[in-house]
């Protein structure tokens, strides 16, 4: 069998459907075996965006999403997206070409060491230097990828490897079961919550396993033990639920912080330090137990007492079998702090001031989007905005980057969320600054005959670094920029362009969007102006007074 084509029977096998990314003339003979497969090639208009939707539909599905460029630039555009992946622990496979690796009459024209490259984005990087190694090296590469804590895997498949004839077998996937955690971890924890006076529950990203879901919801319910979410771990548990008390959306000084200060225990299940701290752990604080697939990595702000190692899912079933609500629980403290949160929720909610208020633009959003409703974030200010004030119902339904937290993602992650689920509504909400980074993909979106919303929110600069540079008392300067007119921009690519005119108009203007078929852009500007004064400095002198 020529080499590419069991290469391609290779990734049947590991059940891909499709393959993201922009051949190069490297490519052309697995090109050519793809044409003969089940699987279908998403072309895209840049690789950056291909590896954001394969990363994407790993995160959704749990199978690593593959994408695919040439050597050189082509694979050096597939940076970001494998930090994203690796960070951001999504399953995502890339496969690159190279010129041929036994005699070339090129120099080294495009030849940059790509292995090199991706070892430290990646759990797994390898060139293929025999057809006959394919079968191993794919089945290692999604092993790893799929594998607790998932990420990137990579390989660089040569032209000539690609076009030799080989004469092995694919190697199927073996059936295993992740490893589950030691009983005495297990009794000490429920030990610890037993003696706790105030223990909280923390969900992280880690969290985010169809069984993790159902089990947690369980041990909620029964324990009544209240808990709140890392930004990655939105829509784990019903934020809807009496117990939630809100999101750790920045890492200090808002009313959710005061109910953390005031625990004595966090049972912290899924979160990593790679997600950027929901609080700051201190030597006389409370105590941490830290249930997750691997142990802790040690930080100044995160080294926890007693770690639960294994299955996550097993371990809180466990925990769920062995512990009682219990007399000695006193979580008034935290209801009082969640009336705060909740009631400060509400400010702003029906500000009818236009460009829009955040508050009034995330309100809007969430009573278009019913409960299995996807939005996507890019990266902006706007991004803490959701993640404090938008309620997710459902697992992976608030998709949004707090692990590498790299602008452009936006727009490609509604694109991988559309195409994973074809029936629930889907929106895009990126700053106009970080739409920009990949708003190519309009095309693609326009030639797939995608149904998908847009929302962008122009304030013509890199908002959330203006953010920043008011907090820390330094003059306005170098974050301003003008913008496309977003309407004729969308009209160009065969999209629909909207403009939003008044606060009211955009509650309609959604919803329309929603119900027509076709890629809808919407332009809306926005007002940030009162972000330094709430995020900055209000919300820290109110939660102080609870
Ligand atoms: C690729 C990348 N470049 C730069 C940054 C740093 N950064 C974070 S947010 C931001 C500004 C985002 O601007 P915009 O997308 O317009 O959103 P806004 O905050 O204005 O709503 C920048 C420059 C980043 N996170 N990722
Ligand atoms: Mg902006």
């Not at 890019?378 to 692990?403: E, M």
């Amino acid at each position: 069998m020529k080499a590419s084509d069991l290469f391609v029977k290779a990734l049947e096998e590991e059940g891909v459907e499709y393959v993201f990314g922009i051949p190069g003339e490297e490519n052309l003979d697995l090109l050519n075996s793809l044409r003969d497969s089940t699987i279908k090639l998403i072309l895209t208009r840049h690789e950056q965006a291909a590896g954001f939707m394969a990363a994407t539909y790993g995160r959704l599905t749990g199978k690593a999403g593959v994408c695919l460029s040439t050597l050189g630039p082509g694979a050096t555009n597939l940076v970001t997206a494998a930090a994203y992946a690796q960070l951001g622990a999504m399953p995502m496979f890339m496969i690159t070409g190279q010129k041929p690796i036994k005699s070339s009459k090129q120099g080294h024209f495009q030849i940059v060491d790509i292995i090199d490259m991706m070892r430290p984005l990646t759990k797994y990087t390898q060139q293929i230097v025999s057809g006959n190694s394919i079968p191993s090296r794919v089945r290692e590469a999604f092993r790893l990828a799929e594998e607790e804590r998932p990420g990137a895997a990579h390989l660089e498949l040569p032209e000539d490897i690609a076009s030799e004839s080989t004469n092995v077998d694919i190697i199927p996937k073996s059936l295993a079961r992740r490893p589950t955690a030691e009983v005495k971890s297990i009794n000490r924890a429920v030990e610890m919550i037993k003696q706790a006076k105030h223990p909280l529950i923390l969900i992280g990203a880690g969290a985010n396993r169809k069984t993790t879901c159902k089990m947690l919801t369980l041990f909620i319910q029964k324990t009544g033990i209240p808990f709140f979410t890392t930004q990655m771990g939105k829509g784990v548990v019903d934020e809807h639920d009496p117990l939630f008390l809100g999101n750790a959306a920045l890492s200090d000084f808002d009313f959710l912080h005061r109910a953390i200060d005031n625990a004595d225990l966090l049972v912290n299940v899924g979160h990593d330090v790679v997600e950027k701290p929901p609080f700051f752990m201190k030597h006389d604080g409370f105590k941490v137990i830290h249930i997750n697939f691997s142990s802790a990595v040690v930080d100044p702000v995160y080294f926890p007492q007693v770690e639960v190692i294994g299955d996550i899912a097993n371990s809180v079933w466990r925990l769920t079998e062995r512990l009682q609500k219990q007399d000695s629980w006193d979580f008034s403290y935290f209801f009082k702090v969640k009336e705060h949160i909740e009631a400060h929720l509400l400010e702003g909610a029906d500000d009818p001031r236009f460009p829009i208020y955040p508050q009034r633009l995330v309100a809007d959003v969430r009573k278009v989007m019913p409960a299995n409703g996807i939005i996507t974030l890019d990266n902006g200010v706007y991004k803490i905005w959701f993640a404090r004030n938008y309620k997710a119902n459902q697992p992976n339904t608030v998709l949004l980057d707090n692990a590498l937290a790299t602008m452009g993602a936006g727009l490609p992650s509604a694109m991988a969320a559309r195409i994973v689920y074809p029936d629930r509504r889907v929106m895009a909400i990126c700053g106009d600054g970080g739409f920009m980074m990949n708003s190519q993909e309009l095309e693609t979106a326009v030639r797939l005959k995608m149904n998908l919303v847009v929302l962008i929110l122009r304030d013509d600069a890199y908002g959330m670094i203006k953010w920043k540079q008011a907090a820390m008392k330094f003059q306005n300067f170098g974050l301003d920029y003008g913008n496309p007119d977003f309407v004729k921009y969308a009209a160009s690519y065969g999209a629909l362009g909207y403009r939003v005119e008044s606060a009211a108009d955009l509650l309609p203007m959604m919803e329309g969007c929603h119900n027509t078929a076709g890629v809808h852009v919407i332009d809306c500007q926005v007002d940030y102006s009162d972000n330094d004064r709430i995020l900055n400095r209000e919300i820290k002198e109110r939660s102080r007074e609870i």
